[in-house]
């Protein structure tokens, strides 16, 4: 741990650069994949808005539980269906998956194809079952 101290001090520079570098790629990371909203700022949006739940995860996971009213598209197919979201377009989208990971290639999918109020689901459905909110099981 010493010689790590002795590094950062006689390689001030090197470190400074290092340490910018790394907070740029985190601040990158977090702007790509769009705004992220948590389940209770959902449940708001959906019930004051009437935003729209599209949810991305294959459809045996859909089964097991989804939100109430939320549509199915699954992750590979966004590019191909987003027209079935033409008549959402001036609604807010938010964009569910298991655990928060895949949404954002969604959401770049969708922003590339015209919808500009599109956020994601932070921590998925995981998160929104650790929140006790609701699922419908088919």
Not at 25 to 36: A, I, M, P, S, W
Not at 50 to 60: G, N, P, S
Not at 89 to 101: H, L, R, S, T
Request: no cysteine.
């Amino acid at each position: 741990m010493d010689r790590l101290f002795e590094f950062i001090v006689n390689h001030y520079i090197l470190v400074s650069a290092f340490v910018a570098l790394l907070a740029a790629l985190f601040v990158l990371e977090t702007r790509r994949g769009g705004q992220k909203v948590s389940a209770q700022a959902a449940v708001n949006l959906i019930n004051r808005d009437k935003a729209i739940v599209v949810d991305v995860r294959e459809r045996k996971e859909f089964n097991e539980g989804r939100i109430t009213g939320s549509l199915h598209i699954p992750l590979s197919a966004v590019k191909e269906r987003a027209s079935e979201l033409k008549k959402h377009q001036d609604k807010q989208i938010i964009v569910v998956d298991k655990m928060g990971q895949h949404s954002a290639t969604a959401v770049k999918v969708l922003n590339a194809e015209g919808y500009t109020n599109v956020t994601r689901l932070n921590g998925g459905i995981a998160d929104w079952k650790s929140n006790n909110l609701p699922l419908v099981k088919k």
